[in-house]
């Protein structure tokens, strides 16, 4: 990883493709904006039913417990003994964090601090956290590998990305996850020496979940888009563009990838369905899956920052107890 980092040409090129998206995504929004017609996208909001929106954001909700679920296998990995009930609102309200505000501001600040108050070191966080990314991008791997292998997704003729370089790249994922999956399986050596770390492999039990974990939580991310347009698409060409535009939107590195994954489906997307119908169903998934969980995630917070505190005090207050209140007390 520090190779990577201190490599000048691999610094450059990452911020020669995040400038690229920065002025490509707005003008391309811009010139979509400029044609779209805005009563058309307020009325198509607001024909959703609330038993529309309730649905959808059971789906949000399942997708954020598969996101928690990463840190369950996170526990496996690292062998510490926190109770369910302590992991999954930390977990759930970390990943809305993250999902927001980007990996470091809203994501690793937001899991030490907690994790570390219920008794966890650094170093065991710094496991955990590892363990959740990789099954994030694992399980993205092996279904967008599938996706793209299999041509689920049309591009449209005018992209430079033609149909069989991405097919290509889905069998290249796909390859990615085989050996992934391989090495934990049969590699004889379990701790790996990377310069001055040692990193430990995943047992194959731990591997697979963590496959069916990722793949889980970006299908429900597919499935609230998709419950949310109207009938057209199929559910595959919905999740092909999501992870198509997620990866756009990683490499522009904008919090929750705001305006670039609207720009992807309105380019994929747009000719099955109308600008409007695409905006709104966007803006609801972007009220869905981001806000009110971020909304809950900041309630969970404090609360938990509130039990820290309390029970801080609760045990400042126990050790300045006079020892003359002890001896009194026990007689």
């Known amino acids: 990883m520090n190779g990577v980092q201190n490599n000048p040409w691999m610094r450059w090129g990452k911020r020669a493709l995040t400038l690229f998206f920065l002025l490509t995504v707005p003008a391309l929004l811009y010139t979509l904006a400029r044609d779209l017609d805005w009563g058309e996208v307020h009325q198509a909001f607001s024909d959703y039913s609330v038993q529309t929106l309730l649905v959808g954001a059971l789906i949000a909700f399942a997708s954020y417990v598969a996101l928690g679920c990463y840190d369950l296998l996170g526990r496996q990995y690292s062998r510490h003994r926190l109770p369910v009930r302590q992991i999954m609102p930390v977990a759930m309200a970390r990943y809305a964090f993250n999902l927001n505000l980007s990996t470091w501001i809203g994501g690793a600040a937001m899991r030490y601090r907690p994790y570390m108050r219920l008794g966890l070191s650094a170093s065991t966080v710094t496991r955990i956290l590892s ?7 694992t399980g993205y791997m092996a279904l967008a590998g599938v996706i793209f292998s299999l041509r689920l997704v049309e591009l449209p003729g005018h992209w430079a990305l033609g149909m069989l370089s991405l097919q290509l790249l889905g069998f290249a994922l796909l390859g990615l996850v085989s050996a992934y999956v ?7 050596q379990r701790v790996w020496h990377l310069r001055a770390r040692s990193v430990s492999l995943p047992s194959l039990r731990i591997a697979l979940l ?5 793949a889980s939580n970006w299908a ?3 499935a609230l888009i998709y419950w949310l347009l109207p009938d057209g698409a199929t559910y595959s ?6 992870l198509i535009g997620s990866m756009a939107a990683l490499l522009a590195q904008i919090p929750a990838g705001l305006g670039v994954l609207e720009a ?3 380019a994929l997307l747009q000719h099955q369905h109308s600008q409007a119908s695409l905006i709104a169903a966007l803006l609801a998934y972007r009220v869905l899956y981001y806000l ?7 309630a969970t917070y ?8 309390a029970m801080r005090q609760c045990s400042e207050q126990q050790v300045d107890v006079h020892p003359e209140q002890v001896e009194s007390a026990t007689h």
Not at 182 to 188: N, P
């Open 131 to 137: 363990l959740g990314v990789l099954t994030n991008w």
């Open 182 to 188: 391989g090495i934990c399986a049969f590699s004889r």
């Open 210 to 214: 963590q496959l069916c974990f990722g």
């Open 220 to 222: 429900l991310m597919a």
């Open 237 to 242: 060409s919905v999740l092909g563009v999501l």
């Open 264 to 266: 992807v489906f309105l």
């Open 292 to 298: 009110l969980p971020l909304l809950v995630a900041s």
């Open 302 to 309: 404090l609360a938990l920052e509130k039990r820290a505190r």
